[in-house]
């Protein structure tokens, strides 16, 4: 049961829903975006959030496309985890869509609510990364579009009343050779232990990563001792893995000395599967 009461909102515009969240949050009701509803309604039942007005952005027409543009994939913000899995345009987007939860889940489930969700995995935020998509914003300002591995630093990085509503990526990263794995305990569906995207683009490794730290994240650096065909593979993968961008973040899922021990598995499977493929 849902202790809170909170009025529902669906407006059918994007400037409609920026104006109701400056409306509502100046009369103190502190709105949330609502789009899947899978987080706010299950932190709802724990009384873990609090929140006296919801702002339902499925009604709006941009956030629910998904099609090509010219070279681009253009995902709205609303579309669910299957809907991306099922459609391989982009293969490993689709794959990694496929990590968070199971299939009745992922029906409900959207790309923007796994990303800007507090749940700190966002897993399907790792295909994107490597993909160097675009993070398209709507606020009180207007649009803007931003590269994701600028506007995603631990979370999300949104202005008061912004909302995600967009993704773009080129859809020439298609056919690029890519591993997309996730590890997880025990069974098949749960939390990553480590779950992993990466792609080799122009003869360099992209990768990204969640579970690893107490946020996903992709790393130049990281990708930079990965990519150093001067030295050794070992000597690559235990360079990258010593400037990670946080410590390895322990946790029911995995120790950290455990979790470093598969990541170490994972960069010389992803060596192994891309180091020899010639784009
Ligand atoms: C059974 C189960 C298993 C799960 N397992 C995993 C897992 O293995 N890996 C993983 O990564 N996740 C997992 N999750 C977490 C799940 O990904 C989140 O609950 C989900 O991502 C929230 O998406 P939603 O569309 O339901 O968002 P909502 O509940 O609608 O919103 C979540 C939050 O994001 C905000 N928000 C939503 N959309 C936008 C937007 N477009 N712009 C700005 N803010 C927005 C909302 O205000 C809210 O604060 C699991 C969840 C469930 C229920």
Redesign the pocket.
Known sequence: MIALDFEYYKPDSLDEAVKLHRKLSESGKDP???????????MARRND?FTKA?ID?KGIPE?NVFETSGNQLIIG??VT?THIAGNKLVPFLSKTAN????HT?RN????????????I????ILGHLIADSNAIIYGEKGKRIVPINRAFNQR?Q?EKG????QLTTDMSYSNLPHVCIKKTKQEK????LISMAALKKNNNIQMAF?GVCAYPFRSIEMEEYINNKTVSKEKRIEQAISHLPAPIFGNIQGSSEYKKFVLKNLLDYTLETLDGEGR
Do not use: R
């Open positions: 949330l975006y609502y789009s899947g509803g899978t987080e706010i309604i299950t959030i919801v952005i956030c913000a609303t985890l990590f968070p939860a199971d889940a409900m489930i959207t790309v923007g609510g796994n990303i800007c969700g507090k749940i995995y966002k897993e399907a999300l949104l912004e909302l995600l509503f569906i749960d939390y990553p969640s």
